[in-house]
C-alpha cells in the first residue's frame, strides 16, 4: 500500500521507528503500518503511480462536418 507522508510520524510501531520516514516522500508499506499512518494523519495515501509513464492521449484527426 502505497503512501505519502504528510507530518512527521514519532514514535515506534511493531518495532518499527518511525523516525526515519521522509516529510512528503512515498512508501510501499505493509496495510496495517499504512492504515496507521493514515488514520493518525501522518500519510494520505498514494494513488498515482510514479513508475509508469503517462497514458498516451487518442487524437480524432477525422475531419468534421
Known amino acids: 500500500?502505497?503512501?505519502r507522508i504528510t507530518r512527521q510520524p514519532i514514535g515506534v510501531i511493531h518495532g518499527v521507528s518511525l523516525k526515519y520516514y521522509r516529510l512528503g516522500e512515498v512508501y510501499e508499506l505493509p496495510p496495517p503500518l499504512a492504515e496507521y499512518l493514515v488514520m493518525e494523519n501522518y500519510a494520505?495515501?498514494?494513488?498515482?503511480d510514479r513508475d509508469k509513464?503517462?497514458?498516451p492521449v487518442?487524437?480524432?484527426?477525422?475531419?468534421r462536418l
Open 1 to 3: 500500500m502505497k503512501v
Open 44 to 48: 494520505i495515501l498514494e494513488m498515482r
Open 53 to 55: 509513464p503517462p497514458m
Open 58 to 63: 487518442e487524437v480524432d484527426r477525422r475531419r
